[in-house]
């Protein structure tokens, strides 16, 4: 009786303890799960980095095939689009006729000149032949004559004839030899004419005239237009840049791809993790620490690996690394790069152990990086009461030392999942690479990209200010056309340049000077806005809408303050040579855009344009000719030509050099020039 008392206490205690031992081992197995899968795993957890690579046309073409499916391995260089080449085709077909005929042309203009060359030898050698014959014929007349003077002369002393007959004599012999005594000179004359046309012809036939040098120049023009061609064609065939695989095809065969949309998209990884690192452990971090990873749901040896990337602020992590749905986390987001590439899908998981460094954090003194330096700038920035959302770039130390960075213009590339940004200066000063062509790949969280992309075709580009994109693939960059401080303006200085996209870079196929055509012209300039000339000229903005290109002025202001702003309906005129009336240049608006300089107000001059999906206008502005860092964020809801009423967004104590629609849905990214600081970038909230 007793045993059976205990045995139904036993029983009721373990119905009171159960569901809690239930509980204590449901998350203790969760918690042996999450961090780690037991073996010494970390509980941090990382995904391998994602680069994605839109595939898309630099031209409006129709698409033949697509030779990849969702999900299949691509390499770099293999072919995964091709587009209708017909029309392209045709215009190779017409441009090398066009050469052929050009290569007839030349053919028979140094024929014809030839020809011409020919006859005058030959009508030269044979007035040379005539003038001999007739020398010789003088001769023998005047030494006939001395004879007959003499015969005549003893008759007259014989008194057999009179003196009238000697002097008749006379005069015929002193004529015959005169003539006779000019013909040699008549001959070397006609000699060195024939070895000038003789030199003249060997001239033409290795130098060629002028004609044919014309010729000549539109034959290579033409050539030059067939490369030109031939590779816009290579273009149509889409290719994959680098290992991959497809992650998105958005257009099928048939469907006309208009430039810059994508057709598909391609994302890599593998080489790369980027780690959530809660905010407890992400401050004891640095770069060069070491790393332990193993590949979630694999069991093997932990990869290698080194902390490359550190986020620059501690910030809301994504959604998957959170311990729980409803409960956010906050840290950092750390890139690890791994001793050698894995094969893994982009975006898959891993956990992540991190091996700090057991040196102090306090170290000997050592001279700055330019890259500390910068960060130490934007916390004193911060510190002087900057917004918290205006956040530094991040400049990798390695392009640090080649070239100097400041933003002066940007373009989103949706596409790309970037931006490109143009610097006023490139390359350092104590080098070769000074005014170097290049354009800066961003990321949408202000990392610069560590290798610059290159623009061929030109040597050297200064005071670039603004990058703007056609609606046919095409990019426009343009130089500031102002005076250097030391007075001088050279054509790298003044220079509007159309590239089209070559490789990883960008090749030059338009190139106009602004400033030049302006000098050509007084009248125009004075339409312009520019009755003094461009002496004052100075040209920040730029924008394209509907075919137009639209130049924004820094300085001159016009009498009563208002920033001005050109129209060129016809840009493709410009890069033929064609003066400014014929691309359809005119003074389209007028704009008032001060700034505020230490609390004063001070006239403002546009650093940038950019026309809007909604149909608005976005304009920066900083002072025109003023010192100081300040500078305003306007917008015109319904621009049109003639005066602007703009609404003033937002002011800085900063200079906001460039603006594009930002990469985060409803934003304007802008980013500002701060001198020999850290450049900075705000993506400011935009509603009408």
Known sequence: MKSTKTVYRLQAALQRVAPGLCLVSTLGAAAWLHFGEGGGRGHIVGFAETTPEAIAPIEVAKIVAVHVHVGDAVTPGQIVVELDTAAIDAEIAVAEAEKAQLEADVRASEAEILQKLDMDLASLEREAAKQREEHLQVTATAKALDSELARVKQLVEDRQVVFEELAKVDLERTAAAALAAEKPRTLNLLTKQIKAAEARRKAVKQEGSATADKLA????????????????????????????????????????????????????????????????????????????????????APLLGKTVTLGPVVAELPIRCWTAPNRPTWGREVTVELEGAVNVLAGQAFDVVFQPSTMPLASPPVAPTKAATNAANVN?????????????????????????????????????????????????????????????????????????????GIDEVSDVEAIVAGDAGEIYLLSSQSYSKRGKRKPARTALLRLRKEGRGFRVDGEAHIAELLDADPAQAAALGLPNGTRALDIEGLAYRGGSLYFGLKAPLDAQGNAMIWQVTAPSALFASKPLASAGASLWARVRVDVEVAGKPTPG????????????????????????????????????????????????????????????????????DTGSTAPLFEEVPWAR
């Open 605 to 672: 001059g546009i650093s940038d344009l950019l026309f809007l999906p909604d149909g608005g206008l976005a304009i920066s502005s900083t002072p025109s000719t003023a010192d100081g860092d300040a500078g305003a964020l306007w917008r015109v809801d319904a621009p049109a030509s003639g005066a602007l009423t703009p609404v003033l967004v937002r002011k800085w104590a900063l200079k906001p050099e460039g603006i594009a629609p930002s990469l985060s849905a409803g934003k304007l990214m802008v980013v500002f």
């Open 380 to 456: 004193a920035a911060h510190a002087a009461n900057l917004p918290a959302s205006v956040l530094p770039m991040m400049l990798p130390d390695a392009l640090a030392k080649r070239t100097r960075f400041e933003p002066s213009g940007i373009l989103a590339r949706e596409a790309e999942g970037r931006y490109l940004v143009v610097s006023d200066d490139t390359g350092q000063k104590d080098k070769d690479t000074e005014g170097a062509p290049w354009v800066f790949g961003m990321s949408k969280d202000g990392a610069i990209e560590p290798e610059p992309l290159q623009v061929d």
């Open 217 to 300: 120049a539109d034959l290579r023009f033409a050539e030059r237009n067939i490369e030109l061609l031939k590779k816009r064609r290579e273009a149509y065939m889409l290719r994959a840049s680098r290992p991959g695989r497809v992650a998105a095809i958005f257009k099928r065969p048939g469907e006309v791809a208009v430039a810059g949309d994508p057709v598909l998209n391609i994302v890599s990884g593998g080489a790369r993790v980027v780690a959530c690192v809660p905010e407890r452990v992400a401050l004891g971090l640095r770069e060069g620490d070491d790393a332990k990873l193993w590949i979630r749901g694999q069991a093997s």
